[in-house]
């Protein structure tokens, strides 16, 4: 850590300090540790604090870089680190002898190093910027200055990659250019420098810059000559001896290698028969998927956002940023789509057109190219934005050019505005299509919310409809409706597709897009050796050749709605790659549900477990809660359950559909379809999604829940016997109690029935014994036997009375 570092007795400034691009650098960085803590101890007036030398500390290390280009979400605050981190530095080191040369050196390694980790230049900039206007301001020596110029160079480095990574001929060689003008420059001022360790090291990495850029500058004039028939001004051979001379590292060897391959390729090709595209069309095309909520099925959702979208239309609203030109209760495609089943379904939806995008080189009359975005809604839920580009007149590299604008590292316009624009038909500058993806589907996000919002004002945004698209997918569609065969003295009109394939041009055309560019016009060392080409029943002698990413579509001897056809086919496929990507995050989503269900259910079936080895009865309160909780789990996870099987079956419906001859007009159409998919990797895709419902309902959340329904099952068992041993305690108890009950009664009336019938038979031979004066002895024994009489059948009454009252005992065999 800087804070922690000892400063040296003698500092040594012939020492290796002074940083360079591509080598090691902890000597500069161990420099500045012992200097900047020094300068600590010592109380400069412009030292830094211990907390400024803990944050610089982090801020020079290429660990922190990594950490912020992982951290997608983190480039705010990153940004605001650097801004508060890196000034004080700054001032402190225009204190230092020759500080401020090894921090600029030494910040140009830091940022060349994690330069190789993002394409986006953004943080990069901004550190650079930051300290190079801290140091504008300040008293410094020459050498010094020209350290920090060198260090801002690196944002016309930055130009000339965006430049590159655009595709464009005209704006690479134009940055190139720029580029190895500034170096030379740079070269010139380092050269009239006083001498010292310093000034050597920045000549050895000045007239480095100079030699490379001057390299990428020949290249790309080459290249745009060479494309235009043209000899290139600069010479191969002798490019080759400067580069060799220049004794460049490893790293920036290889890239211009890479220039200097292209410029060969396009060499050994001037000979060959070139493709030039009379009329033809470039579609990009961007799936993404939605996940309907419970309240919204395919069809009424896509009907539900093509009048949110036209409610937008009418007021001038806009989508993502982008007008809405026109709002269709269709999808633009031929009559081959009016295929439909038994349930009335079909390949339906809805089209919400945007204004045209223009690429354009500021002050040119006519533009290079003009980009019709559109979105389209599917009811069988495969969505996408479509981005169609037409191919008038174009020679090959500009075929390429067109191609490379779907590029996910499309160079930043921002950067290179003087030379390549991207705007709005309302004159918006765009940094490019990546941009534009990414404010439309977040329009289409905005859409969803406002069709939940109108049917349930009181919910949660996120509760309704989300959209799933994943960063990086697209597909191009290429299709040729026109070409010719051109060479050196002649231009043939091409009667066959499959003669594409022998043209030199077509590489673009049929190889797949990468992330990045490997040099000037790349595209021409793309290896052709593995072209899998399919055959088509509706087209007449055509070529249909596809990839990972990009297909083309090619015939001359059909009608052009016939090629128009079989090309809606290919958007069709590459479409479906946006369906299966919502509904495998929807089957994520539900596996994370169940997943979530049954760590709950094993935490409650852990807690039943560990009231089991306290000893706690089986009909406790507490028990009671855990059984009780448990219940509702299982409630949850059965709906769970449901929801997601649900789910899967309507998905398998939708693919059944998908795969039926009804989706199409005619069993022959169905055959091309099929061939389509096939060649697009559609088996892969459907193979993908059923292994991943496979894993998600078969194999990993089977078994748990088998689990769990078991051990429930045993907790339930446990409760029923406990319940039920307590139940017949408690039975017994009161049958015992009422028993006793009877047994008191029935003494208390044969108490009773004693007393009263001593006292009657003692009243009665009071009677007796007494007599009447007016009765005879036959009275009285008439009254005796009355009265016996009816003693008696009061106690055979009171004994009926008291067994009615009394329950009967079970039997053992009668007791449960």
Not at 520 to 531: E, G, K, P, Q, R
Request: aromatic fraction near 6%; hydrophobic fraction near 45%.
């Amino acid at each position: 850590m800087l804070e922690d570092a000892v400063p040296a007795d003698d500092v040594l400034l012939d020492a290796p300090v002074f940083a360079e691009v591509d080598t090691p650098a902890a000597d500069a960085r161990e420099w500045l540790s012992v200097q900047f803590s020094a300068q600590a101890r010592r109380a400069d007036p412009f030292a830094l604090s211990r907390e400024q030398l803990a944050e610089l500390a982090e801020l020079l290390s290429g660990s922190w870089w990594e950490r912020v280009f992982e951290d997608e979400g983190g480039a705010e605050s990153a940004a605001d680190h650097l801004r508060r981190g890196l000034p004080p530095a700054v001032r402190a080191a225009a204190e230092i002898p020759d500080g401020g040369t090894v921090l600029a050196l030494y910040l140009r390694h830091l940022v060349n190093e994690a330069w190789e980790l993002a394409w986006d230049h953004t943080l990069l900039a901004l550190a650079i910027t930051t300290v190079c206007d801290a140091a504008e301001p300040l008293e410094q020596d020459a050498t010094t200055r020209h350290a920090w110029a060198l260090l801002r160079f690196l944002l016309t480095e930055f130009r000339v990659e965006t430049a590159l990574l655009t595709g464009r001929l005209d704006a690479a060689a134009e940055a190139g250019r720029s580029a190895a003008e500034m170096a030379a420059a740079l070269l010139a001022a380092a050269d009239a420098l006083p001498g010292s360790p310093a000034r050597a090291a920045l000549i050895r990495e000045t007239s480095r810059e100079a030699v490379y850029y001057a390299t990428v500058a020949a290249c790309a004039g080459a290249a745009r000559a060479l494309m235009n028939g043209q000899a290139p001004e600069a010479r191969l051979t002798e490019l080759r001896r400067q580069v060799d001379a220049a004794k460049f590292r490893p790293r920036d060897l290889s890239e211009l290698r890479g220039h200097l391959a292209a410029w060969e390729a396009l060499e050994a090709a001037r000979a060959r028969d070139r493709l030039h595209v009379h009329q033809g069309r470039v579609r990009i095309v961007y799936p993404f998927g939605i996940r309907p909520s419970a309240d919204h099925d395919p069809i009424s959702l896509v009907e539900a956002l093509g009048a949110a979208a036209e409610d937008l239309r009418r007021g001038e609203d806009f989508l993502g940023g982008f007008a809405v030109k026109e709002v269709r209760s269709r999808l633009d495609l031929a009559d081959v789509w009016q295929g439909t089943d038994t349930f009335g379904r079909g390949y339906r939806g809805a089209t919400i057109e945007l204004d045209a995008l223009v690429v354009r080189t500021p002050g040119a009359a006519d533009p290079l190219e003009v980009i019709r975005p559109s979105i389209q809604l599917s009811q069988l839920g495969n969505h996408a934005l479509v981005l169609d580009i037409d191919l008038v007149e174009a020679d090959a590299y500009r075929v390429a050019e067109a191609i490379s604008l779907a590029s996910p590292v499309y160079g930043d316009l921002a950067e290179i505005s003087d030379l390549l624009q991207l705007t709005t038909s309302s004159g918006t500058a765009l940094s490019g299509l990546p941009v534009v993806v990414e404010s439309l589907l977040d329009g289409v996000r905005t859409l969803l919310d406002t069709v939940h919002a109108r049917l349930h004002p009181a919910a949660a945004a996120d509760t309704g409809p989300k959209l799933a698209a994943r960063a990086g997918s697209f597909g191009v569609i290429v299709t040729v409706l026109a070409a010719s065969r051109v060479g050196p003295e002649h231009v043939v009109p091409l009667t066959a597709a499959s003669e594409l394939l022998e043209l030199w041009g077509v590489q673009p055309l049929i190889h797949p897009l990468p992330s990045g560019a490997a040099g000037i016009a790349d595209w021409s060392m793309y290896d052709l050796d593995a072209v899998t080409t399919w055959p088509l029943l509706h087209l007449n002698r055509e070529l249909l050749a596809a990839n990972s990413n990009v297909t083309l579509l090619a015939s001359f001897s059909s009608p052009a709605y016939a090629v128009h056809e079989v090309g809606s086919f290919a958007t069709f496929a590459h479409t479906l790659h946006g369906v299966y990507q919502g509904w495998q995050d929807t089957v994520r989503e539900h596996a994370e549900e169940i997943a979530k269900l049954l760590r709950t259910a094993e935490r409650l079936l852990a807690k039943a477990d560990t009231l089991d080895r306290a000893g706690a009865h089986g009909i406790s309160a507490r028990r009671g809660v855990v059984i009780d909780d448990l219940e509702r789990l299982v409630r949850k996870i059965e709906r769970a359950e449901l929801a997601l099987q649900t789910f899967v079956q309507s998905n398998e419906a939708t693919m059944l559909f998908i795969e039926s001859p009804a989706i199409v007009t005619s069993p022959p159409l169905r055959v091309d379809l099929d061939t389509v998919l096939a060649s697009n990797g559609y088996s892969r895709l459907r193979a993908g999604y059923t292994q991943a419902v496979r894993d998600v309902v078969g194999t990993p959340l089977r078994p748990l829940l088998d689990v769990v329904h078991r051990r429930m099952q045993q907790t339930y068992a446990a409760q029923s016997a406990a319940l039920d041993a307590e139940r017949e305690r408690r039975e017994h108890t009161a049958t015992v109690a009422q028993e006793d009950r009877d047994r008191r009664v029935a003494r208390s009336f044969e108490i009773l029935g004693v007393v009263f019938a001593v006292i009657g038979i003692s009243g009665l031979v009071s009677i007796l014994q007494e007599g009447h004066p007016d009765w005879d002895g036959t009275i009285s024994w008439v009254l005796v036997a009355a009265i016996l009489v009816a003693a008696l059948g009061c106690g055979v009454a009171l004994l009926a009375w008291t067994r009615t009252r009394r329950p009967a005992r079970p039997t053992p065999k009668e007791r449960p």
